[in-house]
């Protein structure tokens, strides 16, 4: 029996990792993150003063994953792909992709209020994990960051600030 894929889609510090490993448990899936592994790489130090890391890497990173997911996948273990899917024509290739390949898979959007968001970034701060997020990454984020319907997840979890 095959493994399914999850596909994680949700803005810059929403909670998608936190997501990612509760799914991962109740799942007996692996995390696959681009996060992670760009943080491990150390690939921020490493292409300093050669532009955005994100746009030099991420695609590179993204290939490897996949490839990663549909072998563990093939192998009978679910995957849960953390890595935000921001823009709907990402999300429509990837959807084609995985279909043209026999995989089966589900996209999971993590919803989050402004106001739960920005105290998350916050948190997610001063904790000193992660890629610190300022005011500048935040709104180029923002800005590259095409919400989904609900029509193109199957399913929709509210995420919320717990005190």
């Known amino acids: 029996m095959k493994g399914r894929i999850h596909l994680l ?5 929403c909670g998608k990792s936190t997501y990612a490993r509760q799914l991962a448990a109740r799942e007996k899936g692996v995390i696959l993150s681009s996060d992670e592994l760009m943080l491990m790489l150390e690939l921020d ?6 532009g955005d890391v994100h746009a030099l890497m991420t695609p590179k990173v993204t ?3 996949f490839k990663k997911a549909e072998e563990i996948a093939a ?3 679910d995957v849960v792909i953390d890595l935000g899917f921001w823009q709907r024509a990402e999300r429509q290739r990837i959807s084609e992709m995985l279909r043209e390949h026999g995989v089966d898979f589900l996209w999971h959007y993590i919803s989050v209020s402004d106001e739960d968001w920005k105290a998350f970034i916050e ?9 610190t997020i300022d005011e500048g990454l935040m709104e180029k984020f923002l800005g590259l ?3 989904p319907e609900r029509e193109e997840m199957d399913v929709w979890h509210e995420n919320r600030l717990m005190d």
């Open 145 to 147: 960051f095409e919400p």
């Open 9 to 13: 889609c949700g803005r810059l510090c």
């Open 63 to 65: 290939a490897y994953l």
């Open 123 to 131: 948190r997610r701060n001063l904790s000193g994990e992660g890629y």
């Open 45 to 50: 130090e490493l292409l300093k003063g050669c």
């Open 75 to 77: 192998a009978g273990t």
